[in-house]
């Protein structure tokens, strides 16, 4: 039950003027790819939640995050930190997916995560593409970014 990454392909960015901005993200825990490889979502929105449910979490505010996607029926549930780790348990429509628990380092899953979501942005700002959404996801990631600075000091 390890090997618990993200994915996000920032160059899959797609801007909509009357919506927000779309791209594949998916997670990987063993080989297995959820909700599926190459899964194409609201990434700057699915982002901008993961990293704040990170930060509930970090705090201590929470022990438990559930984070959806907006398309399909899928979330995963997210626990922890627990001795420097973070537990994954994939979900669909709530019910648990045979198979899809997984953990990762707490401080290299969160460093993944703002990685990627930072050429996330870089990308919507080559795009002149700026919104609530984008703007919420950078607010989240200095929150992340504080938040493993203490965590992981």
């Given at each position: ?17 009357d ?51 907006m398309?399909?029926?899928y ?79």
């Amino acid at each position: 039950m390890t090997g618990t990454l993200i994915i996000v392909d920032a160059s899959s960015l797609e801007v909509r003027a009357d919506g927000p901005a779309t791209g594949k993200l998916w997670f990987v825990i063993d080989g297995y790819a959820f909700p599926s490889h190459g899964w194409n979502d609201f990434v700057v929105v699915v982002l901008s939640w993961f990293a704040a449910a990170l930060v509930l979490l970090f705090r201590g505010a929470s022990t438990r995050e559930s984070v959806n996607f907006m398309d399909g029926p899928y979330s995963i549930e997210i626990s922890g930190p627990t001795a420097g780790m973070l537990w994954f348990q994939l979900l669909e429509s709530r019910k648990a997916k045979e198979g899809g628990l997984g953990n990762a380092s707490a401080r290299e899953f969160a460093r993944s995560l703002i990685s990627q979501a930072r050429d996330v942005l870089d990308a919507c700002r080559q795009r002149n593409w700026w919104s609530s959404d984008a703007a919420a996801l950078e607010s989240s990631l200095v929150s992340l970014e504080q938040e493993c600075q203490r965590a992981f000091s």
